[in-house]
C-alpha cells in the first residue's frame, strides 16, 4: 500500500475516533456527574518498554494509593501468560456508574436443594449487555483500543462481587476466547488476589516488590496482581496462534480475607461474539429494566403460560434464576405485591430471587467513599 493511501486510512481511522467521543461527550457527561478539564487529565503515556521501573522512577507502583487523576499507563507483567495492567484505566465516577448499574440486579449462584435456594456463601454476579449507555460504551471502546480488537468481538460486561472467603478457583476462561480483560472497581483490605498458577514474572525485582508488599497465602510464589480500584489487567487466554489454549493463563480468584471485591470482565474472541444481539445493540442504549424487589409479569401471554405449567417447565425464564430476572414472577407466585415504600416486601423479593440485598448504608460501605 502507498505511503498516501496509508496516510488516508490513518487520517479516517482519527476522525472517526473523533466522532465516537463527540456522539458520546454529552450524555457521558449528564451519567457520570461530570469529567475534569482536559488539562487535568494527563494522556496516555504508553507502553513502558522492556525495562523494569521502580516507583522512584516517579511512576505509579502496582499498588500505590488509588487517584483519579494519577497518570495512566501500562505495565507488561508477564509474558508466561502474556499479561500487562493498564493503571488508572477508570475514574473513580466510572466505577462508581458501573457498581450503580450492577447492584440492584447482583444474583446469587444458586445453589438448589429440595429445600430451595442453599445459604451456602457465595458470590453474585450480573451482566451488562453491549452499549448498555453512554459510560459502558465508552469503557468498551477503551477496551476495543487497548486489545486491538472490535467491540463487536466482547462479550457483555460482566460485574461481580466476592465478600469473605468467596473465591473462583483455578481455571483457564477457553470458550474460544482470545484475551481477558479484568477491571478492578472496589478493592478488598486483605485479599482478593488475582493470580496464575503457573506463571514467570517478566522481571524478578518486580514479583520482589509485588511480595513484599504483602500477599494471601493464595498468591505466593506466582505472578500475582492485587486489586486496585481503577486499575485493568489485560492476559491473553490462547498463544499467539489464536488456536492453541496457553496453559501459562490458568488462574484463580484468590479468597477474600477481609471487606468485599467488587470487579468487571470482558472476555474477547476472535470473531464477533452474538453478532445478532450485538447488532440489536447497537441500535440503541438499553431500555429501563424493572427492579427484582418489584412483583411483576413482563409479558402478555405469562398468565396463559402459567396455567399451561411452563413456571415447573421453564422456571429460569419464567421465575428468574441463573442471571435472569424472570419474566412472569407474578404469575407464578414467585413474589409477593408490594405496596409502595414497603421496603421490607421489596427486600423479601430481592432475597427469594436470590438477588443481592444491601442497604444504601450498607452499600456505601463497600465503596469505601467511592
Known sequence: MSFSKTLAWA????????????AHAVSYDDLIGGIPDSEDEPQLIGWQGEKHR???????SLHSPN?????PWIQVISWKPRAAIYHNFLSDREAKHIVNVAKSYMQRSQVVSKEGISEIRTSYGTFIRRNFDPVIAAVEERVSLWSQLPVSHQEDLQVLRYGPTNKYGAH???EERVATVLIYLVEPDEGGETAFVNSQWMHKELGQQVAASGLSKCAQGHVTVKPKRGDALIFYDLKPDFKTLDPNGRHTGCPVIKGVKWNAVKWIHGKPYDPE???TAKASYAPPRPDPGDCGDYHKQCKKWADGGECKKNPGYMQGGSGQLGTCRLACGACEVCEKGDEECTS?????????DLTPEQLAAELKGL
Open 348 to 356: 423479601r423479593n430481592r432475597q427469594r430471587g436470590g438477588f443481592l
Open 172 to 174: 483457564l476462561d477457553g
Open 54 to 60: 521502580a516507583q522512584e522512577d516517579g511512576l505509579h
Open 11 to 22: 487520517l479516517l481511522l482519527v476522525a472517526l475516533l473523533e466522532a465516537f467521543r463527540q
Open 277 to 279: 444481539s450485538y447488532e
Open 67 to 71: 487517584d483519579t487523576s494519577g497518570e
